[in-house]
């Protein structure tokens, strides 16, 4: 792994801070799918990186591709952009919690 992909690899494991059964359970629950953007009416993108996640965290480090760095690296993005925009308040039951649950990262732990 290059000096890049473990830099990656690092800041996406700081802001992923839920498991892989974390995320599964979550991805299952109405409040999961009831945000994101959703192309065509489908799945979000969110839910859709969510499921991607959970393959990474249950994967080996030494099977993943350029793919899997290109989608960690959007992760770290979406998650640091994201908190930046933090409402004011309790956050526990909002819209802006869900979608950073679907993309691994619960702001309340």
């Given at each position: 792994?290059?000096?890049?992909?473990?830099?990656?690899?690092?800041?996406?494991?700081?802001?992923?801070?839920?498991?892989?059964?974390?995320?599964?359970?979550?991805?299952?629950?109405?409040?999961s799918?009831?945000?994101?953007?959703?192309?065509?009416?489908?799945?979000?993108?969110?839910?859709?990186?969510?499921?991607k996640?959970?393959?990474?965290?249950?994967?080996?480090?030494?099977?993943?591709?350029?793919?899997?760095?290109?989608?960690?690296?959007?992760?770290?993005?979406?998650?640091?952009?994201?908190?930046?925009?933090?409402?004011?308040?309790?956050?526990?039951?909002?819209?802006?919690?869900?979608?950073?649950?679907?993309?691994?990262?619960?702001?309340?732990?």
């Open positions: 792994m290059s000096d890049d992909g473990k830099a990656v690899a690092a800041e996406f494991g700081e802001v992923v801070n839920m498991t892989a059964k974390e995320i599964e359970r979550w991805l299952d629950t109405d409040e799918k009831s945000v994101g953007q959703k192309d065509g009416g489908g799945e979000s993108v969110g839910h859709e990186s969510g499921r996640i959970v393959k990474l965290l249950q994967g080996k480090a030494s099977d993943r591709t350029e793919e899997d760095y290109a989608h960690m690296r959007k992760v770290i993005g979406y998650v640091r952009r994201h908190l930046a925009q933090r409402p004011s308040g309790d956050v526990k039951d909002t819209h802006w919690r869900y979608s950073l649950m679907n993309w691994g990262h619960d702001p309340l732990k």
